[in-house]
């Protein structure tokens, strides 16, 4: 699986949108990108995966480029329970489920 | 509905002793992930179960660690001689067997050793 880069940590301001970029340079054309979170003391938790297409659904939106060697993921409107630490992970899907490949992800600390 | 479960949630241990850990995965989930995860690391594959057969064990440290799921649902992590090392929190997941598939993770076993 492809390698990626995020910045260590970043925070926000409650209400506001928390944009999370994401390098994976080296990505291929099979493999898709994934967010997870982790809150503190607890396992993580899917958030969005994409190919191509820009993607939507109730927790945020994830924003792939053209040549797809970087993303974002959008939070809208960020609070206080957001405060996490957000993995992008990119994978090849297969006919079986494969692993999943964590770095060290990026620390977002929302503020009041 | 029940989430991933694992137990117990804390477990002490003495360097030498012999550790189990279990994972109840969703209900009808046929494939089962195990992660351990060290203080400020992202988690680290361990096995992946398809049914009742390890698929990808690659990556267990060595042979002391060994898991089974022998009726294809609940799994047990078997650390034999622990060492203090292999302090870390032990995550389970589960997921259905199809594409695009989503891994719904326990709350892990923090395993310290002595």
């Known amino acids: 699986d492809a390698k990626t880069t995020q910045p260590t940590s970043m925070d926000c301001a409650e209400g506001r949108a928390a944009n999370l970029p994401c390098n994976h340079s080296?990505?291929?054309?099979?493999?898709?990108v994934y967010w997870y979170r982790q809150i503190h003391s607890q396992g993580p938790q899917y958030i969005i995966h994409g190919l191509k297409n820009n993607e939507t659904n109730e927790m945020a939106s994830l924003i792939i480029t053209e040549d797809r060697k970087s993303s974002t993921l959008i939070l809208p409107h960020a609070t206080l329970r957001d405060t996490a630490v957000y993995y992008c992970i990119v994978r090849v899907e297969t006919g079986a489920n494969s692993k999943l490949t964590f770095g060290k992800g990026i620390t977002l600390s929302v503020r009041p | 509905g029940a989430g991933v479960s694992q137990t117990p949630s804390n477990k002490v241990t003495e360097k030498g002793k012999y550790v189990e850990l279990r994972c109840d995965p969703i209900s009808g989930h046929t494939a089962l992930y195990w992660y351990r995860q060290s203080l400020g690391q992202g988690p680290e594959f361990l096995i992946y179960f398809q049914g009742t057969g390890a698929a990808d064990d690659s990556g267990l440290p060595n042979d002391r660690f060994f898991a089974v799921r022998p009726e294809g649902s609940v799994s047990t992590l078997k650390i034999q001689r622990t060492e203090r090392g292999d302090s870390a929190v032990y995550l389970c997941?589960?997921?259905?067997?199809?594409?695009?598939?989503?891994?719904?993770f326990g709350p892990g076993t923090r395993l310290t050793v002595l």
């Open positions: 080296t990505i291929s054309g099979n493999e898709y």
């Open positions: 997941a589960s997921s259905l067997m199809r594409q695009s598939n989503e891994q719904f």
